[in-house]
């Protein structure tokens, strides 16, 4: 009778023991995550739309062979995320990669402050100036106004 109550609980939905743990790079990580983001706006399910940008603004990351990481703008996309869409994508990335020992989790992003500040003309321009210095010479040549 144990034995018994031993295999219903391997064959558990929980249980990783008999399913694959393939390795995957990060490349492909990258791929199936745009492509569950893809399919998720496609199926039109509530609130994909936003999930499917807030998925591809950026890059998940593997802080170690198993574990996705992802970023997030606003709590409001982590809680979306988690109650609408985090087990579909677990095993929509378990079952495309063929490992089921991912895992993933979620934070905000800390690049966030810098985008909650109100520019002006001028801090615009410097701050693209400071990504490409053609700017200047640009605003120089033709004698731009920059104060708008």
């Known amino acids: 009778m144990q034995h018994k109550q031993l295999e219903v609980e391997s064959n558990s939905p929980e249980s990783t023991e008999n399913r ?3 390795p ?3 490349d492909e ?5 745009r492509q569950f983001a ?19 603004k950026r890059d998940p990351k593997m802080p170690t062979s198993t574990h996705v990481h992802q970023e997030f703008d606003n709590q409001i996309q982590i809680d979306l995320m988690k109650s609408n869409f985090e087990t579909l994508l677990l095993d929509f990335l378990r ?11 979620f934070s905000l992003s800390e690049a966030q402050e810098e985008n ?23 605003q120089k040549t033709f004698n731009l106004d920059i104060e708008y």
């Open 24 to 26: 995957f790079s990060l």
């Open 95 to 105: 079952n495309s990669l063929k490992n089921w020992s991912i895992t993933v989790d």
């Open 116 to 138: 909650l500040k109100h520019l002006t003309g001028r801090d615009r321009f410097e701050a693209l100036a400071k990504k490409n210095t053609n700017l200047i010479t640009l």
């Open 38 to 56: 893809f399919k998720i706006k496609q199926d039109q399910l509530e609130g994909a739309d936003s999930m499917h940008l807030a998925m591809i």
């Open 29 to 33: 990580l990258k791929m199936y995550w």
């Open 20 to 22: 694959p743990n393939n």
